[in-house]
């Protein structure tokens, strides 16, 4: 009986259409429920999220017989841990953009497809494509007294089960789309704060439009980036979209070469662009001793910075593009001997080159 049903459906979220297929006569077809979502057509998740999924093969019509059947989330993690059944993702467009690989997992009775698309930090929609198929490991019956399935050939009754998939037998589907994508700035006034939940909630995505007409009648304009730092410029009515994504990550690097030091860093990894020059302003974690590096290629170069000592801030001038910073409470110049004398002991991962 070995056949190979390729499963022509349209993979909907929760309380989608179903399609079907029609492969030695066997009515087959799946549906793809993305768990607590609304109804949609394709299935979204967030860049850097892992995306959580319900898996079920609905409408199984057996061979010679008028009755549709379904196999449930629930039956098939059943078959799954018997290893009846083995389910394998096939990515066919954009694996490269990938975290990791899709994975089938079992938890509290449901089949479930995790998948994380990676950032890209950047400020389209991006589209990874896969097909699930589904192997039968050994012959799979359906018992109608117990209204399950089962890899035992008769119920307890002695009665014949009904046979509804060979060993061998596998189910393609075609290609589903997972659509990754950045949230919109959700306020856009003179001054836009973007703290953990924005982050969190991928919320990064600021069209230039809308920057340009929330700016005040100077069109001045204000990014306020947690409690770290700030970013004031002029918005251009040119001005384009930016994902203003950014990372309070410590550079592991940098913190253990000068354990004297105390350190705040802050990275861009959009580098979100604007026509205007601007300042960004730092939180001054040493006070007037603060320091400002730009952290670029594995090197630090020195920024020009003006301690304010009413707010214990430092602001750089002349910024156009948001990249990397380190915020230092001295300078670590005067350690750049001591570093070049230790990495030749003891390489470092990240190369640090100062400059002034």
């Known amino acids: 009986m070995k056949k190979l049903a390729t499963l022509l459906a349209a993979l909907t979220a929760a309380c989608g259409m179903v399609g079907t297929v029609y492969a030695d006569d066997q009515e087959v077809s799946v549906s793809l429920a993305e768990i607590g979502a609304i109804e949609q057509l394709h299935h979204p998740v967030p860049f850097g ?38 389910i394998k993702v096939v990515v066919t467009e954009g694996e490269e953009l990938l ?35 589904f192997t039968a490991n050994r012959n799979i019956y359906w018992d109608k007294e117990q209204r399950n399935y089962t890899r035992n050939l008769r119920s ?31 306020n856009y006034q003179m001054k836009i704060h973007l703290d953990e939940d924005s982050i969190a909630n991928r919320g990064v995505l600021a069209d230039g439009e809308e920057l340009y007409m929330a700016a005040g009648k100077d069109k001045m304009l204000t990014l306020e980036f947690g409690e770290i730092a700030a970013y004031t410029t ?14 309070l990550d410590e550079i592991e690097d940098i913190a253990e070469l000068y354990p004297e030091c105390s350190f705040h860093f802050i990275s861009f990894p959009g580098n979100p662009s604007f026509i205007n020059s601007g300042e960004l302003t730092f939180q001054a974690v040493g006070g007037e001793n603060t320091v400002i590096y730009s952290y670029e290629g594995g090197e630090l170069t020195r920024l020009e910075g003006e301690y304010d ?44 080159i100062l400059k002034k």
Request: with cysteine; proline share 2%.
């Open 49 to 86: 999220k892992c995306g959580i999924w319900e898996i079920s093969i609905n409408r199984f019509q057996v061979l010679g017989k008028n009755e549709t059947l379904t196999m449930t989330s629930s039956q098939l993690a059943d078959l799954i841990e018997l290893g009846s059944v083995r």
């Open 99 to 133: 975290k990791g690989v899709p994975i089938i997992t079992r938890e509290d009775d449901s089949a479930l497809l995790e998948m994380t698309i990676a950032h890209t930090y950047g400020i389209k929609e991006e589209t990874v494509k896969a097909e699930i198929s």
């Open 309 to 352: 000592s009413t707010y214990n801030t430092t602001t750089v001038r002349s910024v156009k593009r948001l990249g990397s910073y380190v915020v230092a409470s001295e300078s670590i110049d005067d350690f750049s001997d001591i570093q070049e004398t230790q990495n030749l002991n003891s390489p470092q991962a990240v190369k640090i």
């Open 234 to 247: 002029c918005i251009s009515a040119a001005q384009k979209t930016v994902n203003l994504y950014y990372s």
């Open 156 to 186: 307890n009754k002695g009665e014949r089960n009904i046979l509804i998939l060979e060993k061998g037998d596998t189910l393609i589907s075609q290609p589903i789309e997972f659509t990754a994508y950045y949230n919109n700035v959700e």
